[in-house]
Structure formats: structure tokens, C-alpha cells
């Protein structure tokens, strides 16, 4: 079966420091990639995505994941944080096309010092 | 963009009443839906995927008879939590594969449900 890791729980950034979320899925076939972030008392939001061509992907914000396959990994990056990042993000996978099922991570919990 | 709707956003019951969640598609038609459950501070589990006139595929461990869903139009799929229970209390979440030619799915605002 599909699952989605997230290793870090919760992590603490100053503003303008670097952010690296980790992701690592199994499945040995051909998946789609997203992250979604969850603002305090807001609903999903998409990020960004990855469904095939260039493993870098650049969504929204500034935030960007690169896919690695050989490693089943989808890392979240942004290279300078800021306080209003402050939210919940998670890694997702699905099947094929929106009409897949998405398996979503644990999430992490990002707190941005100001 | 597309845009997905949820109803009620917050409902407080007794303990053994059932509540009807709404989930709309308002600017496209969803063939797929699907509804998860959030529980504070957790992820979203996939509860089951809803199909357009046919019936629900529930994920393992989600009780069908508990968690009725009915997804009548291409724009609407209902989930009714039956003689609902404190433990039922939860954040339901909802979103619908997009519209032809965008594939990606989008996520309603969710139903905050506590169950007294």
C-alpha cells in the first residue's frame, strides 16, 4: 500500500533562515507528487505539484521540491523564510490523476520565529 | 479556479442524532469526490472515495454503515454520520477531482463536527 513520511514533526525556523521539509513515499510505480500547506484556521491549499518532466518543481510563495526518484523523496525548500510561512504543510501522493485517491503524511508543523 | 464548498462549516449534536455534511463543486462537475477526517493537530485520513452514481469505496477500517455517502449529481456528494457518538467528533473534510482538463483536486473548507 501507498504511505507518505514526514520526518519532522515540528520545526522551529528564525525568520530568513533556510526551510527543508523531508518526504519519502513508497511505491514502486508511477505516482504524482504534491505539497499542501494549512494555515492556522484555513482550509488546504496547494503548493505545488509534480506529475512528470522536470523533477524541480516552483509553486507558490517561493517554495519550491525537488523529486528524487531513486530516493522516493519530494523535499520542500524555500530559501528564506518568513514569519507568515507559519503553518501546517503536508506531502501527499496519488495515482495517475485527480480522480486518485491522495495518501497525505503525518504533516509537519513549521513555527517561524520573528 | 475551482471552488468547493462545505455545509454546515460547524454543527454541534447529542450524542445518537445523525448529521448530513454537504460537499459542492461550484464551478465544475467532479465526477470524484472524496472526504477525509482531520483529527486536531493530525493529518487528513482518507475516509472513502465518492463516484458519481454508483457507491462509495470506504478505506479500511471506516464503518460504511456509520458513514453514509451519497453522491447523487456531478456537483454534490452528501456524508451522513448516523447516531453519531463523542468520539465522532472531528474536522470532515471534503474535496472533488477538478474540472476536465485540470488535474488536480480541490479541498472544501471542511465541517467541524462535536457531538455532545
Known amino acids: 500500500a501507498q504511505s507518505v513520511s514526514q520526518h519532522n514533526h515540528h520545526v522551529i525556523l528564525s525568520e530568513a533562515a533556510s526551510l527543508e521539509l523531508g518526504c519519502n513515499y513508497s511505491?514502486?510505480?508511477?505516482?504524482?507528487l504534491f505539497w499542501y500547506v494549512q494555515y492556522p484556521g484555513q482550509h488546504l491549499q496547494l503548493l505545488l505539484k509534480y506529475f512528470s518532466g522536470d523533477p524541480l518543481v516552483k509553486g507558490i510563495k517561493g517554495f519550491e521540491a525537488e523529486f528524487i526518484k531513486s530516493k522516493f523523496s519530494f523535499n520542500l525548500r524555500k530559501p528564506s523564510v518568513q514569519w507568515s510561512d507559519t503553518a501546517e504543510y503536508f506531502c501527499a501522493v496519488s495515482l495517475y490523476s485527480s480522480a486518485s485517491k491522495i495518501i497525505f503524511g503525518s504533516g509537519t508543523r513549521l513555527s517561524i520565529r520573528p | 479556479g475551482a471552488v468547493v464548498s462545505q455545509h454546515p462549516s460547524r454543527v454541534i449534536c447529542k450524542s445518537g442524532t445523525s448529521v448530513k455534511i454537504e460537499c459542492r463543486s461550484l464551478?465544475?462537475?467532479?465526477?470524484?469526490m472524496f472526504w477525509y477526517r482531520q483529527f486536531p493537530k493530525k493529518s487528513l485520513m482518507l475516509m472513502a472515495t465518492?463516484?458519481?452514481?454508483?457507491?462509495?469505496?470506504?478505506e479500511q477500517g471506516v464503518e460504511k454503515d456509520k458513514f453514509l455517502i451519497n453522491h447523487a449529481s456531478l456537483t454534490l456528494s452528501t456524508l451522513t454520520v448516523t447516531s453519531a457518538h463523542p468520539e465522532d467528533s472531528s474536522f470532515y473534510i471534503c474535496s472533488a477531482g477538478g474540472p476536465v482538463g485540470v488535474d488536480e483536486q480541490f479541498f472544501g473548507p471542511g465541517t467541524r463536527l462535536t457531538v455532545l
Open positions: 511505491y514502486g510505480g508511477t505516482v504524482n
Open positions: 464551478d465544475f462537475q467532479a465526477t470524484t
Open positions: 465518492s463516484n458519481e452514481g454508483s457507491k462509495a469505496t470506504y
